[in-house]
């Protein structure tokens, strides 16, 4: 199908933070590419260089077989980028923020009517029309953004944590949009917090840690290698510690719980229920994209 992004030991810094450490990663025509890691991780600063607005400091980076350096202009003419901040003009309603942004790429002002209608009808937005920035809801103004980044017909489409601070039914909507745009032949890179979110909408996905990439590959893929099928969770005590390591079993600390990897899961579970069973619950789930994440990059707060 084609590479969209091609990145080759891509390397930035800042002074003295190295914030991308040499990483190589290929993003596919029409498939939704996660970066996912902690603050820090370096996986904005990628996002900025693809967009042309941070160039790199060594490697090679191109998109759509152009390089990010010499070609700017032409690159961003073919994105569309959600930023995570909300940045609409409060002055203008919906409708004319969509015609107003349309400018800068040259559209004509005909097109662009036409393009800001279906872009409105398509996000949901349509009866919101003439309504200004402040009045909508956060959603609203998330699927706003949306459309706004498609006004150009992207063949790219760069999202920055875009459903971020929203309920879970704004989620589930825009979910459903970007799912409809990649079924058109979009690609999509995003970046996101909500593991499950990277879970259910990525065909393929990086975790990054200190300008690294730890892993990469579908995320089924990434669960059942770091994480299994399914895991066991129990409570902490000393009985159930011991009981574990006499079983030479791996776990680690979540709070007041353990979290047990093993490909035996039922078993180990039946084990403490018999041996602990009046000092502790124990429960199995199945593993899930935070599981890989949490492992990969520790629990320590990042700020």
Known sequence: MGDIIVARDLFKRFEDLTAVDRINFHVRKGEVFGFLGPNGAGKTTTMKMIQCISPKSSGTLQVFGLDTDTHPREIKNRLGVVPQETNLDPDFSAYRNLLVYARYFGIEKQEAERRAEELLTFMQLEEKRDVLIEKLSGGMKRRLIIARALINAPELLILDEPTIGLDPQAR????????????????????????????????????????????????????????????????????????????????????????????????????????????????????????????????????
């Open 172 to 303: 589930h909507l825009i979910w459903e949009k970007l799912r409809s745009l990649q079924a058109q032949g979009n690609t999509l890179v995003l970046t996101t917090h909500y593991l499950d979110e990277a879970e259910r909408l990525c065909d393929r996905l990086v975790i990054m840690d200190h300008g690294k990439i730890l892993v990469e590959g579908p995320p089924a893929d990434l669960i059942r290698e770091h994480a299994g099928g399914e895991v066991v969770e129990v409570e902490r005590t000393e009985k159930v510690v011991a009981r574990l390591n006499d079983l030479g079993v791996d776990y680690d600390p979540a709070g007041d719980q353990l979290q047990i990897f093993t490909d035996r899961p039922h078993d180990v579970a039946r084990d403490l229920l018999e041996v602990c069973r009046h000092e502790a619950a124990v429960t199995v789930r199945p593993a899930t994209l935070e599981d890989v994440f949490l492992r990969l990059t520790g629990r320590t707060l990042r700020e």
